[in-house]
C-alpha cells in the first residue's frame, strides 16, 4: 500500500476532523496516525494526518478540497525521502555531521550537491561522492553570486535547501525561489553577540548557557520560523575556544533534529511561529 502524509491547516470550524477522515474512509484509505491542533490565538486549524491505501492520490485530494472550506491549505505528500542541497562555507561540523547521517541512511533526504563559496570542504565532500560547486564569491556583487548559485539549483531542482553553516547574507530575491523551504542553523546569541566570534564576545560577558537555533529563512535576518532550539551550560572554567566547540556540537544535533521533522512533513508555518506534530 501507499503511504502518505496529509497536512492540512485552515480557519477553525466544526466537524473539519469528521470530514476529513470521512472523506479517507469511504475512499478506502486507513488511518493509520493524526494529530489535530488548534491555534485559540488566531481560531486556526492543523492537522496532520499518516494514511495508506490503494486510491487515486490526485482524486482523494480534490475529494478533500470539495469536502472543505475554499480557504483550506491542502497539502498531500507521499512518504519518501526529501531531494536537497547544501550550500555551506568553511565550517565543517555541520556538513560532515549531515554527510554521515546520508550515508548511514539515518537523513529521511537524497543530498543531490553542495554549493559553496569557498573550496575549503571539497575534499570532505568527494569521500562521500556528492556533486561539489566551486561558486567564488571574489569580485562578483552579491546578485550576481546568487544568480550563478540558482543556476547550479537549477540543475538539481531541490525540494529544500540547507545552510549548514553558509556565511551569506540572501537576498529577498533568491529567498523568494525557495520560500519556506530554505532551513538556516547559527549560534542562540542572537540579537545579542552580532558580528565576529560570537562565543568570544559572550565569554567576555561571562554567559552560562550556550545554544543554537535552526529556523526557515525569510526576508528579516535570522528572524525566520524557528524549527528547532537546544542549549547546554557553560562555566568561567571554559575558555572562548572550548565554549566554541561546545557549541558546534550543539548546532549539529539541532540542525540534525530539525531537518527530522521538517522532512518527516511535521512542521506548519504560522505567520512567522511553527506548529510541530
Not at 496529509?6 to 479517507?24: S, W
Not at 562565543?199 to 537555533?213: E, S
Request: proline share 3%; glycine share 4%; net charge neutral.
Amino acid at each position: 500500500m501507499t503511504a502518505h502524509v496529509l497536512l492540512i491547516d485552515c480557519p477553525d470550524e466544526k466537524g473539519l476532523v469528521y470530514r476529513i477522515t470521512k472523506t479517507l474512509y469511504e475512499s478506502d484509505f486507513n488511518v493509520l496516525k493524526n494529530d489535530e491542533y488548534v491555534d485559540n490565538s488566531s481560531n486556526h486549524f492543523f492537522m496532520r494526518t499518516e494514511f495508506a491505501g490503494e486510491g487515486d492520490s490526485n482524486v482523494i485530494l480534490k475529494k478533500l478540497q470539495e469536502a472543505l472550506p475554499d480557504t483550506a491549505n491542502i497539502r498531500l505528500n507521499p512518504q519518501k525521502k526529501k531531494d536537497i542541497v547544501l550550500l555551506v562555507t568553511k565550517e565543517h561540523h555541520c556538513l560532515g555531521d549531515l554527510l554521515i547521517r546520508y550515508a548511514y541512511d539515518e537523513l529521511n533526504a537524497n543530498i543531490l550537491a553542495v554549493i559553496s563559496n569557498h573550496n575549503v570542504l571539497q575534499p570532505l565532500v568527494a569521500k562521500f561522492g556528492i556533486p561539489f560547486h566551486y561558486i567564488s564569491h571574489l569580485h562578483k556583487t552579491r546578485e550576481e553570486h546568487e544568480e550563478m548559485v540558482l543556476k547550479a539549483l537549477k540543475i538539481y531542482e531541490p525540494e529544500y535547501l540547507v545552510l549548514a553553516k553558509y556565511m551569506r547574507i540572501l537576498n529577498a530575491s533568491f529567498v523568494s525561489h525557495y520560500s519556506n523551504r530554505i532551513i538556516n542553523i547559527h549560534h542562540s546569541f542572537l540579537p545579542a553577540f552580532i558580528g565576529a566570534n560570537p562565543y568570544k564576545q559572550a565569554f567576555n560577558r561571562g554567559v552560562k548557557i550556550i545554544g543554537a537555533t535552526a529556523h526557515f529563512v525569510n526576508d528579516d535576518l535570522d528572524e525566520g520560523p524557528i524549527i528547532e532550539q537546544s542549549v547546554i551550560e557553560v562555566n568561567h572554567r571554559q575558555s572562548w575556544k572550548e565554549m566554541a566547540k561546545a557549541g558546534r556540537d550543539v548546532e549539529k544535533i539541532v540542525l540534525s533534529r530539525a531537518l527530522k521533522l521538517v522532512f518527516q512533513d511535521r512542521v506548519f508555518i504560522h505567520g512567522n511561529k511553527t506548529i510541530i506534530f
